[in-house]
């Protein structure tokens, strides 16, 4: 009898750590899509034009780039913004989870401290050179200091999260 009381509060144990790290992966995940959607926002307010981001990029993902020959005269169109937001919000809350298990393994291996850097520089120039290759429009609508700015504030944002939560995680010389 005994024996199953630590079984069950081993795997009860193991269930609610997969949990807290899906939380914190989403947590993040959230943290990082609000940050670089109010940059976005407010570049794009100081532009006059605000949600032309979101327009942009959800015209270059759902239209396949058509009307985007001329970015400036592309009207703001909501069902666009809400669109692309879905998939925005939706591809950081993967990215949230896949840091957050790749920091779990770093606290027990911290070799695995590499494959954290490597994920958010993959995402980084991933995401140009893909608006290189297939929506260059993209790039003349949004400029790529734009855009590295905000996926650079996105990172340190997500960061915070992470550190707060993971403070045994210290560079170590």
Do not use: Q
Not at 84 to 112: C, D, K, M
Request: net charge negative.
């Amino acid at each position: 009898m005994a024996e199953t009381d630590v079984s069950s509060r081993a795997v009860e144990g193991s269930e609610t750590a997969a949990t807290a790290v899906y939380a914190e992966g989403l947590l993040a995940g959230l943290v990082g899509a609000a940050t670089i959607a109010l940059w976005f926002l407010a570049l794009d307010g100081v532009k006059g034009r605000p949600l032309f981001t979101p327009t942009v990029l959800g015209t270059a993902l759902f239209r396949g780039g058509a009307g985007l020959g001329s970015p400036e005269a592309l009207p703001i169109d909501f069902e666009m913004v809400l669109s692309f937001t879905w998939v925005h919000v939706l591809a950081f809350l993967i990215i949230g989870v896949a840091a957050s298990r790749l920091l779990g393994l770093a606290e027990r291996n911290p070799s695995f401290g590499f494959g954290i850097v490597l994920l958010f520089v993959v995402f980084e120039c991933g995401f140009l050179l893909a608006c290189m290759l297939f929506a260059e429009p993209v790039l003349r609508a949004l400029t790529w200091p734009e855009i590295l700015v905000g996926n650079l504030l996105a990172a340190a944002a997500m960061a915070a999260v992470f550190w707060r939560r993971h403070p045994r995680l210290a560079i170590r010389p």
